[in-house]
């Protein structure tokens, strides 16, 4: 059978989680569920996306490329969605996505294909945006506090949904979330499209 049109499937990338417990892909889940995309099949089940961990800032780098290959081979329309943090070294959101271009470029990606990739990059750790999430404020220049509460973490992706529907002004939003808000918006415009 061959792709189907309809279909628009989210695979996420991450470099958290590829030892030990991350929170990572209970978050990223609960965000797409709760934001409950009508081009995601299946819309239902625990998890909606696949969540694929690799490593190091280094290893992401170079697996960008690949894994948006394997997203292209799935056929159908499928998107390469890429989490990661961003150390004190990446001043923003651009740097990072910039340092992954160069690669991208270099092993034969176009620009084409590398704008279809939505970046979400969290300044120190995602437990930053959970702290702004849950307590109204975070200093991104410090890592956020350690999350094990799965809960916690599935309430503040349901909270960050919220704030996506509403498209009101956030005060306070820390900039990578701003950033990396953007990143989603310009994907649900696209998908509105196909």
């Known amino acids: 059978m061959?792709?189907?049109?309809?279909e628009h499937r989210l695979?996420?990338?991450t470099r958290e989680g590829k030892e030990g417990r991350s929170i990572d892909p209970i978050f990223i889940n609960a965000l797409l569920k709760a934001?409950?995309?009508n081009w995601i099949r299946p819309p239902k089940g625990s998890n909606i996306i696949a969540v694929r961990g690799c490593g190091g800032r280094s290893e992401l780098i170079r697996m960008v490329p690949i894994e948006l290959k394997r997203c292209e081979e799935a056929g159908g329309n499928t998107t390469l969605m890429?989490?990661?943090d961003l150390d004190h070294d990446m001043k923003d959101g651009n740097q990072l996505r910039e340092a992954i271009w160069k690669v991208a470029k270099s092993l034969g990606v176009?620009?084409?294909q590398f704008?279809?990739?939505v970046f979400a990059f969290a300044k120190d750790r995602l437990e930053n945006?959970?702290?702004?999430?849950l307590d109204g404020a975070t200093d991104e220049t410090r890592e956020g506090p350690r999350r094990n509460n799965g809960s916690d973490v599935k309430k503040t992706a349901r909270k960050l949904a919220d704030i996506c529907f509403s498209g009101s002004p956030v005060p306070g939003l820390p900039p990578s979330l701003v950033w990396s808000c953007k990143n989603w918006q310009a994907l649900r415009e696209r998908m509105k499209k196909s």
């Open 11 to 13: 695979y996420a990338f």
């Open 115 to 117: 704008d279809k990739v």
């Open 129 to 133: 945006w959970i702290e702004f999430l």
């Open 2 to 6: 061959g792709p189907c049109l309809a």
């Open 110 to 112: 176009t620009q084409d």
């Open 82 to 84: 890429v989490w990661a």
């Open 35 to 37: 934001l409950n995309p």
